[in-house]
């Protein structure tokens, strides 16, 4: 989930730099930036859970 939230966004940035209409790009734009910090927010999710588990593994 966390790879196709990466992708998508950046194959869309590369259609919308070669796409044929004057302001692809810029219309693309937000979006891709929404996608990429909620991708980091993902990752920083998955990381805080890892380190809470391994921390509950020492206790045990």
Not at 3 to 15: E, K, Q, Y
Not at 52 to 57: C, L, Y
């Amino acid at each position: 989930m966390i790879l196709s939230s990466l992708l998508i966004p950046l194959v869309g940035l590369f259609a919308s730099i070669y796409s044929t209409q004057p302001g692809a790009f810029a219309s693309y734009l937000p979006f891709a930036v929404i996608s990429y910090s909620s991708a980091g927010t993902m990752l920083k999710m998955a990381s805080d859970k890892i380190d809470r588990m391994e921390k509950e593994r020492k206790l045990s």
